[in-house]
């Protein structure tokens, strides 16, 4: 007897990959998850170049296949998930018109001529292909991380298709209820951590150590992340500057910002911080288990109000001590084990101390500390995954394959 294929579990991004931004980081790793709970899921995504020109991928433009090396290697994914890039030949997104843009040719051709008859749910950062999902009779699941002025379309977020809406600050779902959302539809999940990071790598630590620490320094204290004056990056290097004795590490953030911070640290002739650039996941675990402390030093201002910061949940679970400042989007954390210290925004002053004192109190453990690791586990991505689909009425839901 044939047995019928299952529809799949549809996440799309709609931009290329592999780049290091955090909410492709967040997208690839939340399809990864449900992929692990054991879904049917595809990544689809956009891809240019010369396959895009190939006549079988026009032809047959959805064709789940299995994960490249590369995106496992880059976002450290398993290769339960399977990817279906969807090609843009010239001239999509060469021109600046709606004609022409890949998101109009994935939501308004690929979606409803291609990937529709295998599909069984669709879930999205893209306003535009949670709309094609509703109106081809698809269940969808909408994420939204950031304020926008955008009117909700009523048909759209009213019909019963339209599962739930999820954003990672309080602060934005009650901007998106007054722009439209039904506030039964709207809940705030935060983001997580890729299951790698909970593992213990102590020879790759090691070889960090070996790596970063120099003058005799025998204390590291590392960010990942964006490099942005927001992000408190400028008032890092006022710490390192205060602190000599300790050396500084930030890792991530684009080309253009790593040359200008490092010119800057050069120009307040700031020796002991050292900027990697972009790294691995797969290398950054390492380097966050090589720390003596980890430091989350955002300043006050809107993005305060609503950043659920990826580097948090991965701290979290490198199970280094931790010190943030209060920013309102991290209030619910104050009172529980994973955060070491807190001091307030925009201090160089306060910073400094507070890094001092946890320092001197939280000698490094190869291990790492475990007090936390009950607390941590909640945030893994898989349990994100398994939270939306909660949400989702149980006759829409995926089947496991």
Not at 127 to 139: Q, S
Not at 178 to 196: E, T, W
Not at 319 to 328: G, L, M, S
Request: hydrophobic share 40%.
């Amino acid at each position: 007897m044939k047995t019928t294929a299952p529809k799949h579990y549809i996440y799309f991004i709609k931009e290329e990959i592999p780049k290091p931004q955090a909410h492709l980081v967040q997208s690839t790793n939340a399809a990864n998850a449900v992929a692990n709970l054991g879904y049917s899921t595809v990544l689809v995504y956009p891809t240019r170049g010369k396959s895009a020109f190939n006549p079988v991928n026009l032809i047959r433009p959805f064709r789940p296949r299995k994960i490249s090396e590369k995106l496992v290697e880059y976002y450290n994914l398993q290769d339960n998930l399977k990817v279906s890039p969807l090609p843009m030949p010239f001239p999509i997104d060469y021109f600046n018109t709606k004609l022409t843009s890949s998101n109009t040719l994935a939501s308004k051709y690929y979606f409803p001529f291609h990937i529709l008859p295998k599909t069984q749910i669709v879930h999205s950062r893209d306003w535009n292909f949670i709309k094609a999902a509703v109106k081809n009779g698809v269940p969808a699941i909408y994420e939204h991380h950031h304020h926008e002025d955008k009117i909700f379309v009523k048909e759209i977020v009213n019909n019963p298709l339209f599962q739930i809406a999820i954003t990672v600050a309080d602060t934005v779902r009650e901007s998106m209820i007054a722009n439209g959302m039904p506030r039964s539809k709207v809940i705030k999940l935060h983001n997580g951590y890729n299951r790698l990071f909970i593992e213990r790598h102590p020879e790759a630590a090691a070889e960090w150590r070996n790596k970063l620490l120099k003058n005799n320094r025998d204390k590291l204290v590392v960010y990942s992340g964006a490099l942005e004056k927001f992000k408190g990056i400028d008032i890092l290097i006022e710490v390192a500057k205060q602190l000599p004795q300790i050396q500084f590490v930030c890792a991530g953030g684009k080309d253009k910002r790593v040359n200008y911070y490092q010119q800057l640290a050069k120009q307040k002739q700031v020796e002991n911080i050292t900027f990697t650039g972009f790294i691995l996941q797969q290398e950054l675990v390492s380097l966050l288990q090589a720390a003596n402390v980890l430091v989350h030093p955002h300043c006050s201002g809107q993005a305060a109000t609503f950043t659920s910061p990826l580097k948090l949940f991965e701290y979290f679970a490198s199970k280094t001590p931790i010190v943030a400042t209060k920013i309102p989007s991290l209030t619910e954390f104050e009172n529980t084990k994973g955060v070491t210290a807190w001091c307030e925004p925009d201090s160089v002053a306060e910073l400094s101390q507070t890094l001092a004192m946890v320092l001197e109190n939280y000698p490094r453990k190869i291990e790492g500390y475990s007090e936390s690791i009950e607390f941590v586990k909640q945030f893994s991505w898989e349990k994100r995954a398994e939270k939306i689909l909660s949400y989702v009425d149980e006759s829409l839901r995926p089947i496991k394959s």
